[in-house]
């Protein structure tokens, strides 16, 4: 089991900047890879990012790119979310998410941390 927790959201103005955090315990040793996603009210949950294998592949959504930067910290077992040039559209509940292998789909999940963008 893989238990994840985020910190860092909040209330920022447009333009502006916010860190996230997810801290991983349990098998953290197993997890193949850490992502973050988001659900926005009255949307589909969407990826936004995520950070693969031993060697640290990143990826993320067209709509962030440039934008947000996904990194990790092995020693802490935690995957940090930059998030500059913050828009109005990035409001949503942003949630962290581990996976074991790289066949499996997303199968632990935290409890989510608010962001939103004021205008």
């Known amino acids: 089991q893989v238990q994840l927790v985020e910190s860092g959201g909040g209330l920022v103005k447009a333009g502006g900047s916010l860190r996230l955090s997810c801290a991983a315990s349990g098998r953290t040793f197993s997890m193949y890879a850490m992502g973050w996603f988001r659900q926005a009210p009255g949307k589909e949950r969407e990826f936004v990012a995520e950070i693969r294998g031993s060697i640290g592949s990143l990826y993320y959504a067209d709509s962030v790119k440039g934008r947000f930067t996904i990194a990790r910290d092995i020693t802490k077992n935690t995957v940090y979310l930059q998030m500059n040039s913050l828009k109005p559209e990035d409001t949503a509940l942003y949630l962290c998410?581990?996976?074991?292998?790289?066949?499996?789909?997303?199968?632990?999940w935290g409890q989510g941390t608010q962001v939103t963008v004021s205008s």
């Open positions: 998410a581990a996976k074991l292998t790289s066949r499996t789909s997303y199968g632990y």
